[in-house]
């Protein structure tokens, strides 16, 4: 009997997920890890962040797999290319999860260039450098999977959010673009678009605002990490391999209504 799991598994592959030390990143290399994959574990580079990652290595090597972490600031110059460099040196990487990200919510009217700058230093010019640097060996090796990690302010930015809507919005963009480009050398390039997900950056602000948020979700609840994982592996495993230049969204119908 034909094994309806084959095409998921990702053993001999390499997956790059920026931002796992926590989280969705967490949550999305853990699931790679599962299905065979060996992992680059990307965080910031602060002591607690190093802390946090090197918990998701241990824990997938304690079942077996084989993980690393890799510290790098997105907001530094260069960094896409140090991160690009010291991931290839361990292993060639055929899945790019480009999780990391930043929000400094803020009225528009009040927004800094230094505010500006990180936003866009972390959520796109890192990005590009990443993307420059990984997607055409992927090419050359007739194989690549890129998943760019979105949010529902692509489509409804929150008036408080205006700067990393716009970088949600752009990224997507590139996706599509490239999506286009790479799509008959083996490379698919797609959006994974979350919607209301629990986390810690947003936690307290849920506690006020996720009761009355939830009720307007048909789900009727908000998301959490885990509701990603199997988007996420069907977008990077042979499972998905004509699904190319795609925005989808996991956000229990937010945007249906």
Known sequence: MTDPFATFRLTGRTALVTGARREIGRAIALTLAGAGARVAVHHAGSAEEAVDAAAVVARIQAAGG?????GQD???????????????AWSPVDILVLNASIELPEDYRAITREHFDRQIAVNLRTTLELLQTLVPPMAERGWGRVVTIGSVQQERPHPAMMVYAGTKAAQLNWALNLARQFGGQGVTVNNLAPGAILTARNREQMVAEGAALAARIPAGRLGT???????????????????NGQNLFVDGGRTAV
């Open 66 to 70: 084989e993980a690393a972490a890799f």
């Open 74 to 88: 997105f907001a530094q110059d260069d960094a896409g290319l140090h991160l690009s460099a010291a991931v290839a």
């Open 225 to 243: 990490p885990e509701d990603l994982v199997g988007a996420a592996l069907l977008l990077c495993s042979d499972a998905g391999r004509y699904i």
